[in-house]
């Protein structure tokens, strides 16, 4: 399970197959996993899948401090520079979505495409995701 320090935290990601990077952006609270588990194996038969644990999520650290997009955006450029990306297609899902949105915005020449799933914009560069009642409560 691969970690690189990225900015201030070790970033944790996964990779699969070959070809041009694909970088999979999870939503809120997700793993790298989770939230790709059934797409990644037919992706990775025409991509460079890069799966990601933002920070806060899954194996990624979890500083005590507030996030932000654009921040996390930060983070996935920053994971993309360690690994000697230059330009990938990039896909977020949810929060994912509104990260994969702030990357494009922020990083254009490291984006080749942008797929956005389930998500929204966020309406400003500290746009924090909401805090929700468990499905329990």
Do not use: W
């Not at 809120?28 to 790709?36: K, W």
């Not at 979505?97 to 560069?125: D, F, K, N, R």
């Amino acid at each position: 399970m691969p970690k690189v320090r990225v900015g201030d935290i070790n970033m944790h990601y996964e990779t699969y197959g070959e070809g041009d990077p694909l970088v999979l952006i999870p939503g809120h609270g997700i793993d790298c996993m989770a939230d790709y588990f059934c797409q990644i194996p037919v992706l990775a038969e025409h991509y460079r899948v890069i799966a990601i644990d933002n920070r806060g999520s899954g194996l990624s650290d979890k500083p005590d401090m507030p996030y932000a997009m654009g921040m996390m955006a930060k983070d996935a450029a920053g994971l993309l520079a360690v690994l000697d990306v230059h330009r990938a297609h990039v896909c977020g899902h949810s929060m994912g979505g509104m990260i994969a949105q702030h990357l494009a915005v922020s990083y254009p020449q490291l984006t080749a495409s942008l797929m956005l799933i389930c998500t929204t914009c966020s309406t400003s560069e500290h746009s924090v995701p909401p805090t929700l009642p468990h499905p329990s409560s």
